[in-house]
């Protein structure tokens, strides 16, 4: 990847991507500086062509529409038909703030290597959750697929055939995600984005066309639930926050950088709308017997296996993306401590080992709620809420600030870090439980 510096140290990222020797050249004995952007006036960036407002409103959009709004109906009902949606939309608030934070500090601080630290665990945490997601949803299908009919209508049990286990279907897909994440070249990755933009929207209106109707009546279900099951709530909603990773690249690769401040309020209003209506709506019409994905609540027919399908092919190609922020951290990093012939061996090599890993780490906890919820809590939680508020102090105390918003930055961070050590705690808890069933039985397997 061609990386341009300025005098300030800040980088602009190009899409158009260089050998990974080259790279090296650029790189060497330097850290990986994908962390530090830089403003829209430096001379990286004007040589860049840049994006739109709107293709960054869009990217932005995308950014969040991965495998979390799926869960968040699970999410509102461990905190309840009235506590979940004002919690998302106080955690929408307080992640949108805090979004704003790191775009107002981006051009002060530079290398932290605690940022990089976490958002490497963040986006390898979401091509996990991808692999689990897709290996649920596709067993379903398979197994259901005897039983599938054209009626959209019929409340029969489905009598599923039983197929492999869960973890050999997410063996299954290494073979793409391998070949997947060799694509080193944005303008090709840009094509899967299409892709699946295109085939998550389809699936997401199907979806709530569906959830909207027969809704039962609203007053069997608790308006707060449990304080046991609420960190769980925590971990899932703070996940589906999934572009936090994404927010500093898009704002440095805009043509005009001061449109981004408006662009990010815009999209992040869009987003935690959506995620309020989806959220609450799944809950409403499923109750308690919600799953960890809401696309597992669909009936047994083709036209909702066909949403299963269309949102498998949307993860598919999102996980290269994803992918490609840890792969844009560490290979830089790595490569530039190695002479040039064997910097693409080493640049495979590494692609091949990160893969392997989320893969292996899907394996060992199959259960899409909570590696979902653990993800969450233990890196969304740090990148999203209590890094960019110390970023804050850290960066702007010596010019002076106000009490208030020292207090302010200190509540947020103390809430991202119960929330943290809560989640964890919880998610973990839960995991150990469901270790005493054999084969860790799947939580997403179901019966309709």
């Known amino acids: 990847m061609s990386v341009t510096k300025s005098t300030e140290g800040a980088i602009a990222v190009k899409l158009d991507l260089m050998s990974p020797p080259e790279s090296a050249k650029k790189l060497?004995?330097?850290?990986?500086?994908?962390?530090?952007?830089?403003?829209?006036?430096?001379?990286?960036?004007?040589?860049?062509?840049?994006?739109?407002?709107?293709?960054a409103l869009i990217h932005l959009v995308k950014g969040n529409m991965g495998t979390g709004i799926l869960g968040l109906s699970l999410a509102v009902k461990n905190a309840g038909i009235l506590m979940g949606p004002l919690s998302l939309l106080v955690m929408g608030l307080i992640a949108c703030h805090c979004m704003h934070i790191l775009v107002r500090c981006a051009q002060r601080f530079c290398k932290r290597h605690i940022v990089s630290f976490f958002l490497i665990v963040t986006q390898l945490g979401f091509c996990c959750v991808y692999i689990v997601f897709l290996a649920d949803n596709l067993k379903q299908v398979v197994e259901a697929v005897n039983s599938t009919t054209n009626n959209c209508h019929s409340n029969e049990t489905v009598m599923l055939t039983?197929?492999?286990?869960?973890?050999?279907?997410?063996?299954?897909?290494?073979?793409?995600?391998?070949?997947?994440?060799?694509?080193?070249?944005l303008r090709i990755l840009t094509i899967f984005s299409m892709l699946a933009n295109i085939s998550m929207l389809v699936s997401l209106v199907i979806i709530t066309q569906y959830i909207a109707q027969e809704i039962p009546d609203p007053s069997r279900l608790p308006l707060v639930a449990s304080w046991k099951t609420y960190p769980l709530f925590f971990g899932t909603a703070i996940f589906s926050f999934e572009s936090i990773g994404v927010v500093l690249p898009l704002e440095n690769k805009m043509k005009n950088a001061r449109h981004f401040p408006a662009?990010?309020?815009?999209?992040?209003?869009?987003?935690?709308?959506?995620?309020?209506?989806?959220?609450?709506?799944?809950?409403?019409?499923?109750?308690?017997?919600?799953?960890?994905?809401?696309?597992?609540?669909?009936?047994?027919?083709?036209?909702?296996?066909?949403?299963?399908?269309?949102?498998?092919?949307?993860?598919?190609?999102?996980?290269?993306?994803?992918?490609?922020?840890?792969?844009?951290?560490?290979?830089?990093?790595?490569?530039?401590?190695?002479?040039?012939?064997?910097?693409?061996p080493l640049d495979l090599s590494i692609r091949l080992a990160m893969v392997c890993l989320t893969c292996l780490l899907?394996?060992?906890?199959?259960?899409?709620?909570?590696?979902?919820?653990?993800?969450?809590?233990?890196?969304?939680?740090?990148?999203a809420l209590i890094i960019p508020p110390l970023l804050e102090v850290s960066t702007f105390y010596s010019e002076g600030m106000s009490p208030l918003t020292i207090f302010k930055d200190a509540l947020i961070s103390i809430l991202g870090f119960v929330g943290f050590v809560v989640g964890t705690y919880q998610a973990l808890d839960e995991l150990l439980k469901s270790g005493d069933s054999p084969l860790f039985s799947n939580s997403t397997t179901f019966l309709r």
Do not use: H
Request: net charge positive; charged share 15%; hydrophobic share 45%.
């Open 162 to 185: 039983p197929t492999m286990d869960s973890r050999l279907y997410m063996l299954s897909f290494l073979p793409f995600l391998v070949l997947l994440v060799l694509i080193r070249n």
């Open 263 to 344: 662009i990010l309020s815009l999209g992040m209003s869009i987003v935690t709308s959506l995620y309020i209506s989806i959220g609450t709506l799944g809950y409403l019409r499923f109750g308690d017997d919600i799953k960890a994905s809401i696309s597992l609540n669909l009936p047994n027919c083709w036209l909702y296996q066909s949403v299963k399908l269309l949102y498998i092919a949307g993860i598919l190609c999102t996980y290269a993306l994803q992918f490609y922020v840890p792969a844009e951290i560490i290979i830089p990093f790595a490569i530039s401590r190695v002479s040039t012939r064997w910097a693409l």
């Open 362 to 383: 899907a394996v060992l906890i199959p259960r899409l709620d909570l590696v979902i919820s653990l993800v969450g809590s233990v890196s969304s939680s740090a990148l």
């Open 28 to 55: 060497e004995n330097k850290d990986s500086t994908f962390l530090d952007e830089s403003p829209s006036e430096s001379p990286g960036l004007k040589k860049t062509k840049g994006i739109t407002v709107i293709q």
